[in-house]
């Protein structure tokens, strides 16, 4: 059974910074996909960004490409999600998932194994 937790949500001005972490159990971390999700108050789950394996097929929505960077360390079983330039619009819980049975990055929330229990993002105007 795989477990993620993650970290590093908070409060932060509009145009400030953030960098969760997503720390993961198990010892074939470096074989999963890990993607991040997001959802606000009254709106669907959605895709914000996803890496491969290998960290090399990475993937980001229109709508934080240019401000969010993903990466992985798969020595400590993390992934992490930098994101700059924040927006109000940003605002929403943050999920980290894995696709333990797929090995490609996928748009699909459903198409993910495992996921944390969620961080906050509170971005002020």
């Known amino acids: 059974q795989v477990q993620l937790v993650e970290s590093g949500g908070g409060l932060v001005q509009a145009g400030g910074s953030l960098r969760l972490s997503c720390a993961a159990s198990g010892r074939t971390f470096s074989t999963y996909t890990m993607g991040w999700f997001r959802q606000a108050p009254g709106k669907e789950r959605e895709f914000v960004s996803g890496?491969?394996?290998?960290?090399?097929?990475?993937y980001y929505s229109d709508s934080v490409k240019g401000r969010f960077t993903i990466s992985r360390d798969n020595a400590k079983n993390t992934v992490y999600l930098q994101m700059n330039s924040l927006k109000p619009e940003d605002a929403a819980v943050y999920y980290c998932?894995?696709?333990?049975?797929?090995?490609?990055?996928?748009?699909?929330?459903?198409?993910?194994?495992?996921w944390g229990q969620g961080t906050q993002v509170t971005v002020s105007s």
């Open positions: 890496i491969a394996w290998s960290g090399r097929n990475i």
């Open positions: 998932a894995a696709r333990i049975l797929g090995a490609t990055v996928t748009l699909k929330w459903d198409e993910y194994d495992a």
